[in-house]
């Protein structure tokens, strides 16, 4: 949508712009703003210096068009883009929700089953030596869940990787590899 505006205002506006000594330029350079000032004082088009602008615009009708024409295929790229976005979000949860059941769906220490408080664990507390073995010239190495899920499906679900929620995942890296819901009963048993 073009929005109607005045043109003598946008052009005392580019003046003081152009004139300024201090006016820091940003997208067309200096010498372009002017070419811009000097066109629209003439009455000609700001974009092309060919034709007379149309009235309350700096472009001929002309340029007008081509605008409108780039700004509709501007918004048609970007619906291109959401939906292949969409997609591969969808894609990279049905990975996810694979892994998940394959796993049991469920934390293997407290028993949650909300799929967002849910992730991977390495049972011999490896993780770290194992990704930086499995993923060390891998470009998305660091980017989120989504390489580890597809890693564990390639392989066939290896054994070494269980289902842990958060808590208890960061609970047991806190805890020196042990789920503090694991530690509860020896504590009370070792109080007696």
């Known amino acids: 949508m073009v929005i109607n505006f005045d043109i003598s205002a946008a052009i005392e506006r580019l003046r003081r712009k152009v ?4 006016h820091y330029t940003t997208g067309r350079s200096r010498d372009s703003q002017r070419l811009w000032l ?11 210096g060919r034709k007379p602008y149309a009235s ?9 068009d081509q605008q409108k024409l780039r700004n509709r295929s501007r918004r048609k790229v970007v619906r291109i883009h959401d939906r292949e ?23 293997a220490c407290c028993g ?6 849910l992730s991977m664990d390495h049972k011999n507390n490896d993780g ?23 890693w564990i499906k390639r392989n066939h679900y290896p ?34």
């Open 159 to 192: 054994d070494s990787f269980q289902i842990l929620c958060h808590n208890c995942n960061h609970g047991k890296y806190l805890n020196g590899g042990i789920c503090p819901h694991q530690m509860k009963p020896q504590i009370l048993f070792s109080a007696c």
């Open 56 to 64: 309350g615009h700096g472009f001929c009708q002309e340029c007008l």
């Open 128 to 150: 770290a030596a194992h990704r930086k073995t499995v993923f060390k010239n891998h470009k998305n190495k660091n980017k989120g869940s989504t390489p580890i899920h597809l």
């Open 85 to 107: 976005r969409v997609k591969e979000k969808d894609r990279r949860r049905r990975i996810k929700l694979d892994v998940f059941a394959h796993y049991g769906a469920k934390c």
């Open 19 to 22: 004139n300024s000594p201090t």
């Open 38 to 48: 000097k066109r629209l004082e003439a009455g000609l088009c700001g974009r092309c």
């Open 112 to 117: 949650e089953t909300e799929e967002l408080f």
